[in-house]
């Protein structure tokens, strides 16, 4: 069983970045793949980011590319998700999700909701223009 906690999110202004955290229990925590996603207002979760369970391979949203980082740190059971140049369209709920499945970046399956097994509660971003 893994429990995720998302924290960091918050109100910015069009331009600034934010930090999100998940921290995780579990000591098999550093086996899962880990994906953020998010959701707007009226919108279904979309797909944000994904990272292997060593770190080692990324795969990212065309919409965030070149903008946000997704990177974990598996000594302290906790994914990251640095996001840079805000933009007003970023305001969503961040969810942060883990699969078991360690195959979802060989498949190419990695962006679906359906392949992460434990998810968090979610953290608003408010991005005001």
């Known amino acids: 069983q893994v429990q995720l906690v998302e924290s960091g999110g918050g109100l910015v202004q069009a331009g600034g970045s934010l930090r999100l955290s998940c921290a995780a229990s579990?000591?098999?925590?550093?086996?899962?793949?880990s994906g953020w996603f998010r959701q707007a207002p009226g919108k279904e979760r979309e797909f944000v980011a994904a990272?292997?369970?060593?770190?080692?391979?990324?795969e990212y949203a065309d919409s965030v590319k070149g903008r946000f980082t997704i990177s974990r740190d598996n000594a302290k059971n906790t994914v990251y998700l640095q996001m840079l140049s805000l933009k007003p369209e970023d305001t969503a709920v961040y969810y942060c999700?883990?699969?078991?499945?360690?195959?979802?970046?060989?498949?190419?399956?990695?962006?679906?909701?359906?392949?992460?097994?434990?998810w968090g509660q979610g953290t608003q971003v408010t991005v005001s223009s």
């Open positions: 999700g883990a699969a078991a499945d360690g195959f979802i970046f060989y498949s190419g399956s990695y962006y679906q909701e359906k392949k992460y097994d434990y």
């Open positions: 579990g000591r098999t925590y550093g086996t899962y793949a």
């Open positions: 990272i292997n369970s060593n770190g080692v391979r990324t």
